[in-house]
Structure formats: C-alpha cells, structure tokens
C-alpha cells in the first residue's frame, strides 16, 4: 500500500499538478492538507482516478482531506475532545489502515495566540493518538506537522534557532507524540541526510535546497513492521506555480 501525504497549499490552484501526480504515482491513500476550499468546491475530477473521498474542508483557509482507492469507513473530523473551529484533522479506515490527514497550525511567532494554540493542538493530537494506539491496528498518520524534530531537518539551524517550527516546546511536543510509540518513517528509513519537504517561496529557498523537513508520516507499531520503502517526490516542488510542500511517500506490505 502506497500511502502519500501532500500539502498542497490550495487544491484548486495546484489541480493540474495534483492531477498529473495521481496519473503518474497512482497512491492507494493520498492525504492531503490545506485545501483552500469547502467540500462542494473541491474538484470532482480528482474522484475520476478511482478514489474515494473523506473530506473536512473550509472556505479560503485550512482543510484537509484523505483519498483512497479502497472503501472509506469510521470517518472522524477533527480530533475528539478538542474544540476548534478550523478544519485541520480527518481519519477514517481504509484498505486495512487508519489514516489521518493532520495540518497542525503554524504558530506565527513564539508566545503569541497563534503559538499557544499549536501546542494546545498538539496536546490533544497527543491525546487522541494515544487513543487510536490502543486500537492496536494499522495506523498512519501523515500531514503536515508545521515542526522540524531536530536540526538535521533543517538545512541552516542556527538561522533557525528558538524560531517557530523550530523552538523547543514545539520539538518536545513532537517527542511527546512520537514516544507514544510512533514512528517517523523518514527519519528511520534514511541514512545520511534528512531529506526536506517544505521550501519557503522567498529568497530563492528551493534553488539554494534551503529547506526544512516538516512534512511527516507516522507509524503505530505494526505499520512500521510492515514498511518496506520511504520518498519525497521533490521533483513536484519544481513545478511552475507549485506548493511549497513536496510529497512524502511510505509504501506499506499489507
């Protein structure tokens, strides 16, 4: 099982190129984030690949979504317990596998609203995993996750230092979730260096691979044993008009 998360920083400005993907990659399960749109604007075309659609959207801003092949079923919007208004979290199972399509907030800057909402989104991200681990089946979660866990995920660490996506309490939260017994699918199926998945439109970001790596798949247990491979389709990064975001990819034996 292909399974392939993507921000794709509006679905409809980026349609040719998330269209052209699904053609050539042919994911089982594509999770996507930041759709820019409600569910009756997101393009129907995208179904015409053979997918199924779960889908949590909102106007201008936010939303998420999961494409699969297979039925879609036990279909959860936002995380339980957790009042928020923005449309950042869909799971459902599919194929055999729970999934879910995470856009966790950016946070703007250290100590504003913005930041102490991330990691109140992060609390409850942990709470629920925790939750969903005690299922004790096939779990990925892929998304965007708005943190570099350390700084080899970042291609210039001291420009980034204490900075958001990179301070401390965002980077312990990610521990705290990841010591529940997830897996970072990239990180422990690469060697040498990590490869990034987010290059900022300024500055000539992605010409000079000045990156981070913020984009992420998680494994519960038993998905982890049955990881074969890990990429980032960077190549999706250079396209004209293209999310800032590239692909990442876990292919799973199921």
Not at 3 to 29: C, G, M, Y
Not at 41 to 48: M, N, T, Y
Not at 103 to 132: M, R, W
């Amino acid at each position: 099982m292909k399974v392939i998360t993507w921000n794709v920083n509006s679905v409809r400005a980026r349609l040719p190129h998330v269209e052209l993907f699904l053609k050539e990659q042919q994911p089982d399960v594509l999770l996507l984030q930041e759709l820019k749109c409600e569910e009756h604007a997101f393009p129907a075309s995208l179904l015409d690949f053979g997918y199924n659609c779960a889908l949590f959207g909102q106007k201008t801003y936010n939303g998420v979504a999961i494409l699969s092949k297979h039925p879609i079923e036990d279909i959860q919007n936002g995380i339980p317990n957790f009042e928020d208004t923005a449309a950042r979290y869909v799971e459902a199972f599919t194929g055999g596998v729970r999934v879910a399509s995470v856009y966790v907030p950016n946070g703007q800057e250290i100590d504003s609203k913005a930041y102490h909402y991330k990691l109140d989104f992060l609390n409850a991200l942990y709470s629920h995993c925790k939750t969903l681990l005690g299922f004790d089946e096939r779990l990925v979660i892929g998304g965007d996750f708005n943190i570099a866990p350390s700084d080899e995920d970042v291609c210039n660490p001291a420009a980034w230092q204490g900075q958001v996506l990179c301070s401390q309490l965002e980077r312990d939260a990610w521990r705290k979730i990841t010591y529940l017994g997830l897996a970072d699918a990239v990180k422990d199926s690469t060697t040498g260096a990590m490869p990034y998945t987010w290059w900022d439109y300024r500055k000539g970001a992605f010409a000079k691979d000045d990156g981070l790596r913020i984009d992420h798949l998680l494994l519960s247990p038993n998905a982890a044993d049955a990881l074969k491979t890990t990429k980032v389709h960077k190549n999706m990064r250079g396209l004209e008009r293209a999310s800032d975001h590239a692909p990442v990819e876990c292919v799973l034996t199921i």
